[in-house]
């Protein structure tokens, strides 16, 4: 696949693994991973994204690896 921003593709990916979890099980692992500072970083970004977000709803971690 092809990784964008901007509507710009910028690098190709492939996905290594994804893994489903609550808000409440992020980690600051998986906010840096996807280069946020911290867990509450990236749970206000995701706030921005879909509105209101529980911390019993589930999301899924996407592990990409470039090639």
Known sequence: MYLTANSEPFAR???VKAVIKRVKE???EDAMRD???SVEELIKAL????????????VTVVHFELV
Do not use: H
């Open 35 to 37: 280069g946020f500072s």
């Open 26 to 28: 992020l980690t600051d």
């Open 13 to 15: 990916a492939r996905v």
């Open 47 to 58: 706030k921005k994204i879909y509105g209101s977000l529980r911390d019993d709803e589930f």
